[in-house]
């Protein structure tokens, strides 16, 4: 039992026609985790995903924001079916993912990959670079055996790296390398669509740019979409189309990122945006520090999720009591009773 | 001001194979005011936490720290000291905290027991006064709710409030200096906001100095009065955070910012830095940052000292030498 009221199957804007256009589909999508107590007493759930809707069209990328615990990942690897979802449904390419087989599943996963914040735990200590590659070109027998080696280096190239590098194994390589090799293992199966999971939260500065960069240029170049499931709106803003902001399993606000990032409808978004370090002293803009911690996803607060934290002057009971749905608002859609009135990064300091 | 701490000449080795040394600090020096906040930035491997560790003799073996190297904190020649008096000044006079506070607290141990032992370990007092004291500090750390939390243990604290238990237990020895080794890396976006409000805040009222480690110049723009850009075991470029954010001047810092992703202004394509830092025991001669460099000349093949690039600004690079080059503005600063 959702504590989403069934009202809450908001319209995506313009989903009218991204329906027909969209690559994938998620409607209403729940992730709750059953952690059964230590002697058999059932605890509640944990409603990692709790309600979650969106579209992302071919080419294009939605950036899932928001901090440890608001069930971004979750929504990434439900949709790629590495976890089940509660319920919800999935559209990929007009496939019901969630209905899929065992065999269904694995023709699908050649069209979908995912990138991981730490390639290395995803690669194979013990398998060179080349054939981590050559792995998914083998089993979806994408090419003749013969012409494997020339598919590895071309993948090697095109993600910057020396062809060379095929036959040595993923401990030779620093971070940044390593984050190279898991994207060129997740093209060589040549998707339509990878999950990008914090793929360059854990690089240096200037290693993240290059990956960044990497990441603009293959879509650009294959026509790829992204999920791109990040903590930072700065990278985000750098790559992403949409953005959707994501607090305790759901969505509180979308929106196109230019539009949410310069006009942000949310007040969490509002404080995401403020918290941002700006490496600009000039920019010191006023900071919004949100009181408090998160609430726990097994017990989120009634009403607006992000009441207990909320800046807003006009919070009142209505907050407490009624769960916001998403509805448009100034060129986003958002999930506050009040957010015609946000105050924005420049005023809210005041507030 | 007065001077609470001077690092003069630091050098860190460690074994390189084949009987040789590599080191990764290769003669860093530095000053901290008192109630002044130093940053210490650059990429991994720079050679920045190896640094700090340095401060109280706590860098692990196989690594040493070579002779010739000076640490002075006040009137005390901290690598002359050992046994009873090295553990004196440690949390006393030097207090750290790190990035995962999990790792640095005892997961059997509730928060009361945690910061009372600190408190005891240093001052003498009763029981009952150190939890006293304990409380307080939680209250100036920005635990809501002291009370309760004293009696939690780790687990059943959020990161955010593990950092900051971490952070009083830090204070309760009440150093002259912080040594916060990239305190906010592992905490969300507005937790980390939270976090350096609190430091800012003890740092005001206590006349604390802070050496602030960390990767992200977006912090350093917000909080620090100094930075020291670290590479290659070297400070490269170090001045006042007003004069590095208005006028970065070596090229690998330039480098730095054009990498950085912003949240406001014109959006452009990252311009990232060729390559990565290679390890210790492949950093060329000459300028280390030679082979990355996209500025690099013939001079650059013999090792630059920190040359002055205008006043109370110093790089260590070539270009400083010639006129004009360290006003240029770069794309990516504030004109």
């Known amino acids: 039992m959702s504590s989403i009221p069934p009202g809450s199957r908001f319209p995506v804007p313009g989903s009218a026609q991204n329906q027909r256009d969209s690559l994938l589909s998620v409607r209403d999508l729940i992730k709750h985790y059953q952690s059964g107590g230590l002697f058999g007493r059932a605890a509640p759930p944990v409603r990692a995903v709790d309600g979650v809707s969106f579209e992302v069209a071919p080419g294009e990328t939605l950036a899932l924001v928001g901090e440890s615990g608001c069930g971004k990942s979750s929504v990434g690897r439900t949709i790629l079916r590495l976890q089940e979802p509660t319920s919800g449904q999935a559209l990929f390419e007009g496939v019901d993912v969630f209905s899929l087989d065992r065999a269904a599943l694995r023709a699908l996963r050649r069209r979908m990959q995912i990138i991981f914040q730490d390639p290395y735990s995803s690669l194979n200590p013990r398998m060179t670079v080349g054939s981590a590659i050559a792995e998914g070109i083998e089993i979806h027998h994408l090419a003749p055996r013969q012409e494997i080696p020339a598919r590895v280096s071309a993948l090697l190239e095109e993600v910057g790296l020396d062809p060379a590098y095929a036959r040595r194994y993923p401990h030779e390589f620093s971070g940044g390398q390593r984050q190279r090799i898991g994207i060129a293992r997740a093209l060589a199966v040549q998707p339509a669509f990878i999950v990008c999971d914090e793929p360059v939260s854990a690089l240096d500065v200037s290693v993240q740019a290059q990956v960044l960069n990497l990441l603009s240029d293959l879509q650009q170049h294959r026509g790829l979409s992204y999920l791109f499931i990040a903590h930072d709106l700065a990278v985000v803003r750098q790559i992403a189309h949409r953005i959707a902001v994501m607090y305790l399993g759901r969505i509180v606000e979308e929106g196109a990122t230019g539009q949410l990032l310069s006009n942000p409808r949310h007040p969490y978004t509002v404080a995401l945006l403020s918290a941002v370090p700006e490496p600009d002293p000039g920019a010191r803009r006023s900071r919004i520090v949100l009181g408090g911690d998160l609430p726990s996803p097994s017990n989120p607060p009634p009403g607006c999720p992000f009441h207990t934290r909320c800046f807003h002057p006009l919070k009142n009971e209505r907050c407490r009591t009624e769960v916001p749905l998403l509805r448009p608002i100034q060129g986003t859609v958002a999930a506050c009773h009040y957010a015609e009135s946000t105050p924005q990064p420049e005023q809210a300091g005041a507030a | ?335």
């Open chain 2, 1 to 335: 001001m007065s001077r609470v701490l001077e690092v003069e000449n630091l050098k860190i080795s460690f074994p390189g194979g084949d009987h040789t040394r590599v080191y990764p600090v290769d003669g860093v020096s530095f000053q901290l005011e008192r109630g002044q906040t130093l940053a210490l930035v650059g990429e991994s491997g720079c050679g920045k936490s190896l640094t700090s560790l340095a401060l109280l003799q706590l860098v692990p073996p196989p690594g040493r720290i070579e002779t010739g190297s000076v640490i002075r904190l006040g009137d005390t020649d901290v690598l002359a000291l050992q046994g009873e008096a090295l553990r004196r000044i440690r949390g006393r006079r030097i207090g750290m905290i790190f990035q995962d506070p999990m790792t640095s607290l005892n997961p059997v141990f509730t928060v009361e027991d945690q910061i009372v032992e600190g408190i005891l370990a240093h001052f003498k007092m009763a029981r009952a006064k150190a939890r006293e004291r304990a409380l307080q500090l939680l209250q100036e750390v920005g635990i809501p709710d002291p009370e309760q939390r004293l009696k939690a243990y780790p687990h059943q604290l959020s990161g955010g409030m593990r950092q900051r238990v971490m952070i009083a237990i830090a204070l309760a020895a009440e150093p002259e200096i912080l040594v916060a080794d990239e305190p906010t890396t592992a905490l969300d976006v507005t937790v980390q906001a939270q976090i350096l409000e609190v430091l800012d805040r003890l740092r005001t009222s206590r006349g604390m100095a802070v050496l602030l480690i960390t990767h992200d110049l977006g912090i350093v723009a917000g909080r620090a009065d100094r930075v020291a850009v670290m590479y290659a075991g070297q400070i490269i470029e170090e001045t006042s955070t007003g004069r590095l954010f208005a006028n970065p001047s070596h090229p690998y810092t330039q480098g730095l910012f054009a990498s950085v992703p912003r949240i406001t202004g014109p959006l452009k394509r990252l311009n990232p830095i060729r390559g990565s830092v290679p390890a210790p025991a492949a950093w060329p001669s000459g300028c280390r940052f030679r082979p990355r460099c996209p500025k690099a000349f013939d001079k650059s093949e013999l090792e630059p000292p920190l040359l002055p690039v205008e006043p109370d600004h110093l790089m260590r690079c070539w270009l400083a030498e010639q006129q004009g080059a360290g006003t240029r503005q770069e794309p990516g600063t504030k004109s």
